[in-house]
């Protein structure tokens, strides 16, 4: 069965402190992996894609495929980074992917 | 252009009310999107459309749910009668399929309340 873990409902840090938010998949075949983002009073956006290998807005995400995890990173944290998280396994078409249950991350001043 | 359109952005209504659901979706995008997002169960898909046929629809919960999308630029999703277990905040999203894999683009969501 195709299924998204991200363990943590809520991940609170301080400014500055490393940050990791964990996702676990199961998911036939190669998935492609996504992470997407909805901050306070704005829409679900798609943060990072792994095809991309990108950093945005600080943040990585390395697929361990032995794992099968695909972890949300960030070295030092901000303020504006406090959003719900969630992790996305999907196929390699544009068709449907799966939301997991989301982190709710709360940077501390 | 203003993105993903969904409306009402709230409504609220009596059990055995039906109510209906409306999205537009960004212009040119062949993929259509519905969600529902809960405390309890999160974000699940409900149902999508390529170039305006329903593809997969085993997420609608039941048959109070049904949803239409009669052009590319419109959809409805419908519950009749509805239920206070019905209420969610419930997503419209769009993609294009040269656009690539899980780059979807949300609406804002219609909070529904059923009472």
């Known amino acids: 069965a195709q299924r998204v873990t991200q363990p943590e409902k809520l991940l609170s840090v301080f400014k500055g402190a490393p940050v990791e938010l964990k996702c676990n998949y199961s998911y036939s075949g190669s998935p492609e992996l996504f992470w997407y983002v909805q901050y306070s009073r704005q829409r679900l956006q798609l943060l990072l894609r792994?095809?991309s290998r990108e950093s945005i807005k600080g943040f990585t995400a390395d697929l361990n495929k032995g794992e099968t995890s695909f972890h949300l990173k960030k070295p030092f944290a901000q303020e504006e980074d406090s959003a719900m998280y969630y992790c996305?396994?999907?196929?390699?078409?544009?068709?449907?992917?799966?939301f997991g249950s989301g982190t709710r991350l709360s940077i501390r001043p | 252009d203003a993105g993903v359109i969904q409306s009402p952005r709230h409504e609220v209504t009596e059990m055995g009310q039906e109510v209906t659901l409306r999205c537009k979706p960004i212009s040119g995008h062949d993929y259509l999107f519905w969600y529902r997002q809960t405390m309890m169960r999160g974000l699940e898909l409900l149902i999508y459309f390529n170039n305006n046929v329903p593809i997969d629809d085993s997420g609608m919960p039941e048959d109070r749910f049904s949803a239409k999308m009669p052009n590319a630029s419109f959809s409805t999703l419908k519950i009749q009668p509805s239920e206070p277990r019905d209420s969610a905040v419930y997503f419209c999203?769009?993609?294009?399929?040269?656009?690539?894999?899980?780059?979807?683009?949300f609406g804002p969501g219609t909070r529904l309340t059923v009472l």
């Open positions: 792994h095809i």
């Open positions: 999203a769009s993609s294009w399929t040269s656009g690539g894999a899980g780059t979807q683009y």
């Open positions: 996305a396994p999907g196929g390699h078409s544009a068709s449907k992917i799966i």
